[in-house]
């Protein structure tokens, strides 16, 4: 099936619906593809898509941010960050304002880069921010191995996050009415599609994983109106 025929059906099952429909695709970079594409524009006027939790940065607490910006500042701590998180403001002061002041942090890109710099700086304490959720998890697991293995100065802050109970957490609370997510796929692949059931059985949302491009979106989209008939 082609992705015009996909979007016919997608207009035709919507008319019958007739009523407002809010999907949600939870992970950010469903978000990124859906504004790149200009697949809102194309949806049917009864179809919304809101975005959810997906992205690390958005799902990390203010306290967590404090308490890494505490650490920073200890003489004998080092800091170990993705960049995402270096200018998020927490309370009062943000990673990067703390740097300037003179906090040792440091911008890595992989636990990797965390673990090498514990070995190369054995007389400080580094502290890496494990942040995100199930694809971010095993990289962290894995540090916190390692270093144990290597006998490196090295601790893990650990802020990951589970995407069925974010998912969860929006379907409890009632704020939002959702008919339906698209679940991400690489968190899918961590964690399998069964993890998405308790909620569907729970709340009776329907849940399609999908790939990222806009042609996964319009048929996961597809899928979860032929579900809310």
């Known amino acids: 099936m082609s992705g015009a025929s996909d979007l016919r059906e997608l207009h035709a099952l919507a008319k019958k619906i007739s009523r407002p429909i ?3 695709e939870v992970c950010g970079t469903h978000t990124m593809s859906a504004f790149r594409s200009g697949l809102r524009s194309i949806l049917p006027p009864n179809v919304t898509l ?39 403001p927490g309370t009062e002061s943000s990673l990067e304002r703390e740097q300037a002041l003179g906090a040792s942090i440091q911008v890595v890109y992989s636990p990797l880069d965390a673990l090498q710099i514990a070995l190369k700086e054995p007389h400080r304490k580094t502290i890496f921010l494990g942040i995100g959720f199930e694809t971010t998890a095993p990289g962290s697991a894995w540090l916190i191995q390692e270093a144990q293995r290597r006998q490196a100065p090295l601790s893990v802050l650990c ?44 709340y009776r949302v329907p849940c399609v994983i999908a790939g990222f491009e806009p042609l996964d979106m319009i048929r996961a989209i597809l899928m979860l109106l032929r579900q809310c008939l």
């Open 50 to 88: 809101i975005a959810g939790p997906g992205c690390p940065v958005c799902v990390t607490p203010t306290r967590y941010l404090d308490a890494a910006m505490a650490l920073s500042r200890r003489p004998e701590t080092l800091v170990a960050t993705y960049g995402d998180l270096i200018r998020v």
């Open 159 to 202: 802020g990951h996050k589970t995407m069925p109970q974010a998912m969860s957490a929006l379907l409890s609370g009632g704020a939002v009415r959702i008919d339906g997510f698209l679940c991400p796929g690489h968190v899918s692949v961590i964690i399998g599609s069964r993890a998405y059931e308790p909620l569907c059985e729970q």
């Open 22 to 24: 809010q999907f949600m």
